[in-house]
């Protein structure tokens, strides 16, 4: 189960938990060494135009390669590319910007992006001026001299040069710094979206009722343990906490979930993908995670730069990177089987006990690629997949306009769902559906050519090629198999200890129709 492989006597990997950068004294905090016995865990608006039209441009830029120096023994976090915002609007709109940071409880730190950044223009405005200079003596050497002002002019010069040599590496660590702050800066938010923490979420759709039971009722945990379907403390000596097995008919219903779910996206025209797993850090950056921080849910991989995916959104994200799509191929829609590894940090209490919240678990992603203007109907497709999924199994749930605190960075707007799990006796989330909008994609570079240009945008390039546009990007969890298992178990458990498997699930389980007490 290890990350640290042990072929042909090459030596074990192991893993590392690395920090965001923040703007403490030490900006770049060392990264924490993760332990063998701890493996890997990990709107557009209808009919209405953004409430910070332009910041969308400027939060979500294009991706650019770019590298930098490091002077010997020097290790400094830099990206391994950077996004060209418009730093400058950012500046003239920063209270605006200010007030969405605030909203959405993101760690960003516009203070110092602005702050940075009037460095940067200073530094910049420095730069060119000894550049001029120096341009100006090279010119003057082109003429007759005497030997005198010839030799001035040489120290002159080498003067020069060397103060630009040590101004363009202050501008280029400048640079990177900005860069790492301004990353942070969260996506914009749907007008529409509740302002506030989790508890301010907005029911959009209850579905169902609880299941009445004339007996006491067990959690998955005493389910399992009676049914003989999972071993955790076995799982605890081999790897650590939040790790598990599964046994005997939890094995079949893991691989019935996965694939009864596969062939019911497949039939709304979703491709299936397997993907990697491990991916490099710079990707997770791209698709708005940060894989160095203190709670960060993201391994990484010491000594190289790649980290094990939290989900698939990741890897299916960076399937098209750097690309440009063919508008005909527009929608692509994705599902993607991977195993996901969380660190879970700062999870504990009864509340997560059990397979509720787990270091490793495989999961279902649907992800789409579209048109911009497309992305809030596909927003709203993905959510009624993921409802119709649901409710199939019989389940009660709630679907909920989630707030704006509890966004990620890339989300513009998500729908979470809520399954009641009646031996935890509460809503547990079994899924969510995030639109990206543009964020990820400008980061990813990710593009089309639309095959007409807008009425409003001048022909241009060859050909009278329209302008290239970003797509917009969303992602939603189909099936996150260990809470699918505990709202199957808890919900459909009988007086006999017994659980029936719904009805969907049971060609893709042999035929099986009930889970029942091992005999002896």
Known sequence: MGLQWCVSGTTLQTLKLASIPTLSSSRFAQPKTLTLDLFFHSRIARARRPPFPVLARALSAPAMAFQTATPPGEKVAKPQWKAAIDFKWIRENKDAIAANIKNRNSIANLEAVLQLYDQMSNLQKEVERLRGERNVVANKMKGKLEPSERQRLIEEGKNLKEGLV??????????????????????????????????????????????????????????????????????????????YYLKNEAVM???????????????KGFTPLTTPEIVRSSVVEKCGFQPRGANTQVYSIENSDQCLIGTAEIPVGGIHMDSMLAESLLPLKYAAFSHCFRTEAGAAGTATRGLYRVHQFSKVEMFIFCRP???????????????????????????????????????????????????????????????????????????????????????????NLAPPKFVHTLNATACAVPRMIVCLLENYQQEDGSVIIPEPLRPFMGGLGIIAPKSG
Request: net charge negative; aromatic share 8%; with cysteine.
């Open 166 to 243: 040590t101004l363009e590496e202050d501008l280029l660590k400048l640079t990177d710094e900005l860069q790492q702050e301004a990353q942070c800066i969260p996506n914009i938010t749907h007008p529409d979206v509740p302002i506030g923490g989790e508890d301010c979420s907005v029911i959009r759709k209850t579905v169902g009722n609880p299941p009445q039971f004339s007996f006491p009722v067990k959690d998955h945990l005493q389910l399992g343990k009676e049914l003989d379907l999972f071993d955790f403390d076995a799982a605890a000596e081999v790897s650590g906490s939040k790790f």
């Open 373 to 463: 203007e497309e992305s809030e109907s596909y927003h709203e497709e993905l959510i009624k997949i993921e409802e119709d999924l649901f409710a199939s199994l019989g389940l009660h749930y709630k679907t909920l306009d989630m707030a704006s605190g509890d966004l990620g960075a890339p989300a513009y707007r998500k729908f979470d769902v809520e399954a009641w799990m009646p031996g935890l006796e509460r809503f547990g989330e079994i899924s969510s559906a995030s639109n990206c909008t543009d964020y990820q994609s400008r980061r990813l570079g990710i593009r089309y050519r639309p095959s007409e240009p807008s009425s409003n945008i001048p022909k241009r390039g060859k050909g």
């Open 253 to 267: 219903l893991e691989m019935a979930l996965i694939n009864w779910t596969l062939s019911e996206v497949m039939k």
